[in-house]
């Protein structure tokens, strides 16, 4: 017997939710049940269930009555959001230094020197959205959300952040040169965890943050009409 994947309302939510990170969805885009159900070819009872959880994530905002849009960024919601993240993730990367097994070193190794070959000329040869390298990234982070397998609320709460920065990303418009750098700055992290350092994660898990924030801000600025 072949299990199915999902229900209806897990793939509405999956879809407008892929959607809505890689900009489809653009912040303040009117979120309907009719349209939305018309376009996702299924009935309005499970959209209503994907909006419901998109609410919850922080994806959507309520205006008013039957009245549902895309939610809106600015830059002190991204301000807000790395406060956050550098105290879950320059946690996450000490605890994933100490924790991680023999065999999560091993990936993390393997990842920092894939990042190591990620150059202009490697994400030329990537689509134009830069799935590839952000693949990569997910797997970067999957590797240190195992390690912290005795920590569930903290990879969750991470979970929670990453969701909502994918998204800035986007509206940021990441450029090739910055991506060659943040590459260079995660491989710097992996080889510490791998390294078992956790002092050095921590700190090289700092410069990232510090420097991809700058380098976002730059972006919404740079934007502004």
Known sequence: MVQEIGTAADRAYATLRTAIIDGELAPGSSLAEVDQAQRLGMSRTPVREAFARLTDDGLATELGPRTLVVSTIDADDVTALFDLRRALDEQASRLAARRATPEQREQLRTLAERFGNVTTSSLADDDAGRHGYYALVTEFDATIDQALGRSPHLAAAIGRVRT????????????????????????????????????RAAHATHLHLHNALTSIHAHLKGSTP
């Open 164 to 199: 909502h920065l994918a998204r800035v990303r986007r509206l940021a418009h990441d450029d090739d040169a910055r991506l060659v750098a943040s590459a260079s700055e995660h491989g710097a992290i992996a080889a510490a965890i791998a390294d078992g350092d956790a002092e």
